[in-house]
């Protein structure tokens, strides 16, 4: 089991940027995988970022592809997603989300149903 907290969303403008944190407390950090989601009311949980066991695998979606950084420090058992050159279309509810694996350090997904535990979602709101 564990417990995933989010912080830092809030209110910026088109071009700003914003660093979303997701502590994690339970079992070993470092046997799972994080994952980062965004959801925009009545829409699907969309995929944005996923860093393997060892922090040396990314996956980015097209849409945040160079824009955005994943990232995690297993010592202090956070993830991490630097967000940079913010749009209005990035406005969405962000979670953070853990997939327990141990088979190899250098997996990742993007498939939301992997992932076994969910944070509660942080809010960003990028204004034109």
């Known amino acids: 089991q564990v417990k995933l907290v989010e912080s830092g969303g809030g209110l910026v403008q088109t071009g700003d940027s914003l660093t979303l944190s997701c502590a994690s407390s339970g079992r070993a950090f470092d046997t799972y995988i994080m994952g980062w989601f965004r959801q925009v009311p009545g829409k699907e949980r969309e995929f944005v970022a996923a860093?393997?066991?060892?922090?040396?695998?990314?996956d980015y979606a097209d849409s945040v592809k160079g824009r955005f950084t994943v990232s995690r420090d297993n010592a202090r058992d956070t993830a991490s997603l630097q967000m940079n050159s913010l749009k209005p279309e990035d406005t969405a509810d962000y979670y953070c989300?853990?997939?327990?694996?141990?088979?190899?350090?250098?997996?990742?997904?993007?498939?939301?149903?992997?992932?076994?535990?969910w944070g509660q979602g942080t809010q960003v709101t990028v204004s034109s």
């Open positions: 860093i393997s066991r060892d922090g040396l695998t990314t």
């Open positions: 989300a853990a997939k327990y694996y141990i088979r190899t350090y250098s997996y990742t997904t993007r498939w939301a149903r992997e992932y076994d535990f």
